[in-house]
């Protein structure tokens, strides 16, 4: 990211909408993102995911494509506490920002509006670009497992040296750009920094990773050098670091059974 580009990361414009208001991204138009909310509330071009949790859409933008997420899970507990951190589209896209400003590859937050009522989020939605074109580093595992976890292993010493935790940090969360681009994460409204990140943390966010590459895709031997790599890098102060991380991948019953880790 050159200079310039990282300046005009900083700089947001206010949005005001009937019903909605929010930032955006100065490069993306007013117009456009009237455009992106009216067709995610009526018909987009595609529903990527309509659940319980969240609702996400593929959108015309003037001449591009963009993707508009909207969180819903969450009880009265949970939209007191946005109240206070702000809703979930509003934290993705500064937890977007202030990934590309530091280094580390995010699909761009091109805007944010959100509802409220008496002060608390009601709703809200992020626009981003649209990644869909290029593989997660879940799908790059099953043709180049090599290259996948090196680029997972990359990414994720990028982030914890720049105190990021993502929150869910998956292999499916992940997109490979191209030859010589970031991987670029999505699901950003989890995303935080801390001010020191501690062994507990980090051994949860390898373990997400872990568990999110199945057994038969990605061999131990594979994970095992790709742990080497991290500790080398980033030491653990405890020295059963490598079972805590086997235990925590196991106990999330994800993708990953470990049935050829010793």
Known sequence: MTREDAARERDA?????????????????????TQAVASHEGEPMDVLKDDARSRVTVVGAGDSTVVVKEVRKGGPRRRLADAFRGSPARRAFHAGRALRRAGIGAARPLAFVE????????????????????????????????????????????LHEHRFVHG??????????????????????????V????????????????????????PAALRAAAYARYAAALPFATTDARERIVDMSRARKHLWQGRDCP
């Open 13 to 33: 414009v206010r949005v005001r909408m009937p019903h909605w208001s929010g930032l955006r991204h100065p490069d993306f138009d007013a117009d456009h993102l």
């Open 115 to 158: 509802q409220a009522r008496a002060g608390i989020p009601a709703r809200s939605l992020l626009v981003s670009t649209d990644l869909r074109a290029f593989p997660t580093a879940a799908a790059e595992a099953a043709s180049d497992p090599e290259r996948a976890v090196n680029l997972l292993c990359d990414l994720v010493l990028r």
């Open 168 to 193: 869910d940090l998956r292999a499916q969360h992940v997109h490979l750009c191209g030859s010589g681009q970031l991987p670029s994460l999505i699901d950003l409204e989890g995303v935080h920094t």
């Open 195 to 218: 001010r020191s990140l501690s062994d507990t943390q980090r051994m949860e966010a390898l373990a997400q990773v872990n568990a999110s590459l199945p057994d038969d895709v990605v």
